[in-house]
């Protein structure tokens, strides 16, 4: 059996009304946010990661 041929797993798509450049910004904002929590570092450290903290 060929990788190709497997069937895709949790494939989401969503159709968003906006220039892709925006939406990207929009993301790495978003995600920028999410990860400089003091929640985060603690869970990073938590599960051994190696870059605990966001950097860019």
């Given at each position: ?15 968003i009304?906006?220039e ?9 904002e978003?995600l ?5 929590h003091?929640g985060?570092a ?6 051994g990661?190696a ?6």
């Amino acid at each position: 059996m060929q990788i190709t041929s497997l069937p895709h797993i949790d494939e989401h798509t969503t159709d968003i009304a906006a220039e892709v450049d925006d939406v990207w910004r929009g993301l790495g904002e978003e995600l920028d946010g999410a990860f400089s929590h003091t929640g985060f570092a603690g869970y990073a450290r938590l599960v051994g990661a190696a870059d605990r903290t966001a950097s860019g």
